[in-house]
């Protein structure tokens, strides 16, 4: 969707037009329906994309490691310099664009 596009009230709706272009056969499809924005609801991605997953939480304390790491997390870990600093974790979200970056937690023991 257009970023600015505005969320609908009610049950308001806008056209929305899809075209399926099959080069190799010289054939294509339209298809052709209404959508409905609604507002934004933030929300914590899952592994499962949906109910009963496990939020998609990563460790990036080493920069120069690829991907991410999943838990289980340590309180510390190795910044990629051989030195063990307070560990960062990137939580996956939606619905929180033009929202302040957190850098920081506190961990309490339990």
Do not use: W
């Amino acid at each position: 969707m257009p970023i600015g596009l505005a969320p609908n009230t009610g049950t308001a709706s806008y056209p929305l037009v899809i075209n399926f272009h099959n080069e190799a056969a010289g054939t294509g499809t339209v298809i052709r329906g209404q959508v409905v924005i609604v507002a934004v609801q933030p929300d914590v991605l899952t592994d499962a994309n949906g109910p009963g997953g496990r939020a998609v939480v990563c460790n990036i304390t080493n920069p120069s490691t690829p991907g991410c790491l999943m838990e289980p997390f340590n309180v510390t870990s190795d910044d990629g310099t051989g030195t063990l600093v307070p560990t960062v974790l990137e939580v996956h979200l939606t619905g929180v664009r033009g929202t302040a970056r957190v850098r920081s937690c506190r961990y309490r023991k339990p």
